[in-house]
Nanobody
Framework: VQLQAFGGGLVQAGGSLRLSCAAS????????MGWRRQAPGKQRELVAE???????VYGDSVRGRFTIGRDAARNTMFLEMTALKSEDTAVYYC??????????????WGQGTLVTVSS
């Protein structure tokens, strides 16, 4: 499985940005896809993820500002980010993992895309 992220860049505070992720390879139909981010000096944290059934989960810091979506047929995912803040500055990683109930364990990562929010 390979994941490729697109769409990072520089944006002013209050602005919007859209990230995309394309997955290829042998992808389990039950996989959960999502985004995690890592800012300098901080641990990687959940931004948002969406189950194979389309149920989204958001991190507390982005809920209400970010929207995650997924096209299961095309194995693609997007993250629409609005009302961006300087604290959203981080490298954003596309992630594909097994659902927690699955006996088959897997966890794949994309290469990361940098989002910089200027204040």
């Amino acid at each position: 499985v390979q994941l490729q992220a697109f769409g990072g860049g520089l944006v002013q505070a209050g602005g919007s940005l859209r990230l995309s992720c394309a997955a290829s390879g042998s992808i389990p139909s039950s996989a959960t896809m999502g985004w995690r981010r890592q800012a300098p000096g901080k641990q990687r944290e959940l931004v948002a993820e969406v189950t194979s059934g389309g149920t989204p989960v958001y991190g507390d810091s982005v809920r209400g500002r970010f929207t995650i979506g997924r096209d299961a047929a095309r194995n693609t995912m997007f993250l629409e980010m609005t009302a961006l803040k300087s604290e959203d500055t981080a490298v954003y990683y596309c992630n594909l993992r097994n659902p927690r109930w699955a006996s088959q364990k897997y966890n794949y990562w994309g290469q990361g895309t940098l989002v910089t929010v200027s204040s």
